[in-house]
């Protein structure tokens, strides 16, 4: 509500005192708010150039506005195998499986014989002319008999270690699932509370004209405009934070299916 207009109203005789006190309370609550917003931004762009690595005191200018932006349909199956597909954590581990599978298979065959060759040529004599050729050739083979027990120690450790990664392994499979699961539920929860915030604020936006409409009819007082104000107020709220909700839940899914990148685009 404008002070200046409602102080005019009361020295025309057209308004009261209750409405001009009421539009200075409604003024300095929304000046209140800007204060905290404009320290919530400066924050955010202290946060986002560290994020960024970049000096405190680059200047920032956003060339985007936070809007919706429709994605692809995901079922979880897709969304699910593109996780098991790109996600690097899950790439790493399935190595660190393979190498741990690799070290037992080594420690397991050492008990067997191992068979070798040997060859050698040669020549011998007191000069190039009486040199006579030598040969040498040969197989040997190798019978481990006794170790000690080292050979059955190495086992059961490189054993250990492959079903620790295998456990783990799976584990990270479980909690990718779990992840993906967890972001497409959030991503459609978030998409519905766009559709209500934006149903919500054209109806308040209708609320105000119709408020203002009577107000200047003189069928209702400025108190009724005041109310569908500060309730426009909040469903342009209650969009921006479903607006942020969503552009969260698109970087959330991204992130479970390996592919922040993409998502963003």
Do not use: C
Request: overall charge positive; proline content about 2%; aromatic content about 4%.
């Amino acid at each position: 509500m404008d002070t200046t207009r409602e102080a005019i109203k009361k020295a025309a005789g057209t308004g009261t005192a209750i409405d001009v006190t009421r539009a200075r309370v409604q003024s300095a609550h929304q000046r209140q708010r800007v204060v905290a917003a404009e320290n919530d931004r400066r924050r955010a762009h202290l946060e986002l150039l560290k994020a960024m690595g970049l000096d405190l005191g680059t200047p920032l200018e956003l060339t985007e506005r936070l809007a919706y932006t429709s994605l692809d349909a995901f079922t979880l199956e897709e969304a699910r195998t593109r996780a098991l597909g790109s996600r690097a954590d899950l790439k790493a581990q399935q190595n660190r499986e393979a190498n741990a599978r690799l070290a037992y298979s080594a420690a397991k065959w050492e008990r067997l014989p191992a068979l070798a060759g040997f060859a050698d040529y040669g020549t011998i004599g007191s000069s190039i002319n009486h040199a006579l050729p030598t040969r040498t050739y040969g197989l040997a083979l190798k019978l481990p008999l006794f170790d000690g027990g080292r050979r059955d120690a190495r086992r059961a450790d490189s054993l250990s270690a492959l079903r620790q990664e295998s456990i783990k392994t799976g584990d990270l499979r479980r909690q990718i699932e779990l992840d993906v699961r967890v972001a497409l539920d959030s991503l459609r929860s978030a998409e519905e509370q766009v559709r209500v915030a934006d149903e919500g604020l054209k109806l308040s936006e209708e609320e105000v004209a119709q408020a203002d409409r009577r107000f200047r009819a003189g069928v209702s007082s400025s108190l009724e405009v005041t109310d569908a104000q500060t309730r426009l107020e909040r469903a342009r709220e209650n969009r921006i934070a479903a607006l942020f909700a969503y552009q969260a839940a698109r970087i959330d899914l991204g992130a479970a299916m390996g592919a922040v990148r993409r998502m963003l685009q």
